[in-house]
């Protein structure tokens, strides 16, 4: 995930994604901007080692807890938590 962030060809995939608002959710997961992957960081580092483990399973409660105690947007959090739990559900495909 990391490979992308902040760099030119992120930008361009995150363009190519905005919505009519100009967001772009979705390209967040394949290129994040470097401050959504420092967010994504910083909770990932206060996560305790069962959070990490069982990531698919948090509950909205538990992901807002983490953002708050991490001072991170609780949307991102949201966003890379579900994307990771769908990519690790078509692993086990």
Do not use: H, W
Not at 18 to 33: F, T, V, Y
């Amino acid at each position: 995930m990391a490979e992308f962030a902040g760099s030119e060809y992120g930008k361009m995939i995150r363009s190519q994604f905005k919505d009519i608002d100009g967001g772009s959710e979705l390209a967040m997961l394949a290129a994040p901007s470097t401050e959504e992957l420092e967010q994504l960081k910083r909770a990932v580092a206060i996560m305790t080692p069962s959070e990490k483990e069982k990531a698919a399973e948090l509950s909205d409660e538990q992901i807002q807890r983490i953002a708050a105690d991490a001072r991170i947007d609780p949307a991102n959090l949201a966003i890379f938590i579900n994307g990771y739990t769908l990519y690790c559900r078509n692993c086990r495909i």
